[in-house]
């Protein structure tokens, strides 16, 4: 197998606005020797962003969150998805500080441990983005109500869920979105270890 190399050959930037688009002319090395033809690509740009699975040991509750969503525009009457906290990393910022920032602005929580359970990509066919995730410790014995900043056009509901029944949420494709599935699919398989080390360190 011959080493891995790609080239640019032309770059520049289509569209600047929420989002940004850049397209690029590139060409990179095939498994079976050579180098491919030139290829014109688009790559949807964004800043890397963090995702909170908010997880209550003591109630075996996990916070949900529901908004719009226009990534679901073309099925309407599923435009509003069953989410985690989630939010951009702005420069000067530590994945950790985004996830203690938005479970705050998104969900009124105050995250009381913190731990890293994966980075990923999240469609790396086409954009840059890539999600550091978090599995927050939080009381939701108070968790509810609407939530987010005016300022950025949020209008969440926030609501605490036991956690077998966001399980079977799950399996009944009520949710929908790939970042809170695989955060969820986390917590069926580590959930046990993961209660019984936080009601450990609690207790």
Known sequence: MSSKQFEVLAQETVYRGFFNLEQYTLKHTLFNGGWSQPLTRELFRRNNCVAVLLYDPDRDEVVMIEQFRMGAVLQP?????????????????????????????????????????????????????????????????????????????????????????????????????????IAIQWLYIHRAKLRKQWLAEAG
């Not at 910022?93 to 990509?121: D, K, N």
């Not at 300022?151 to 949710?175: N, P, R, W």
């Open 77 to 181: 009457h599923r435009a509003w998805l069953l989410e985690i906290v989630a939010g951009a990393i702005e420069e000067g910022e530590t994945a950790e500080q985004v996830a203690y920032r938005e479970a705050l602005e998104e969900a009124g929580c105050e995250i009381v441990e913190l731990l890293e359970i994966m980075q990923f990509y999240t469609t790396p066919g086409g954009s840059s983005e890539r999600i550091t995730l978090f599995c927050g410790r939080v009381d939701s014995s108070e968790i509810g109500g609407v939530h987010g900043l005016d300022e950025e056009g949020e209008d969440i509901y926030v609501s605490a869920v036991k956690t077998e029944q966001v399980f079977q949420m799950l399996e009944a494709g009520q949710i929908e979105s790939g970042i809170p599935i």
